[in-house]
């Protein structure tokens, strides 16, 4: 398996820096990270991309143009960007979940003090919203 160069990698860094420091962005450090983050998370890909990339004119079978290439790199970005929300709503979810669980359980707790047993309800509310949080 073909990797991305050192030389091709300190150059990315070096422009990710630039274009960061244009834009007023002064944490070099999490820019170095995100950086490296994102070619290790795709170098095989962007290598494997740029193996295909049409040195000039039309491709040739199994090769891609610039267009392409570029077209494929940036749907990294909209693929990260799916996987963090897909995240967040699972995160929502279970806190949504817990929130809920939460009132349930402050209302069975405080009627069975104010009113005698039952409190094993609690409990079974509690189980109940750790199972829906774990779906």
Known sequence: MA??????KADILAQALKLADSLA???????????????????????????????????????I????????VR??????DMQVLAKKVKRKKALNAFADGLIDTAIHAGLTAAFGPGGSLAAAVITNVIDEASQ
């Open 3 to 8: 990797f991305l160069s050192t030389a091709l």
């Open 65 to 72: 143009t610039r267009d392409e290439f570029s077209s494929l």
């Open 25 to 63: 962005i002064n944490a070099p450090k999490a820019v170095e990270q995100t950086t490296e983050a994102f070619l290790s998370r795709h170098e095989s890909s962007i290598t494997r991309w740029l193996a295909m990339v049409a040195p000039e004119g039309q491709p040739q079978d199994g090769q």
């Open 75 to 80: 749907g990294l970005k909209d693929l990260e």
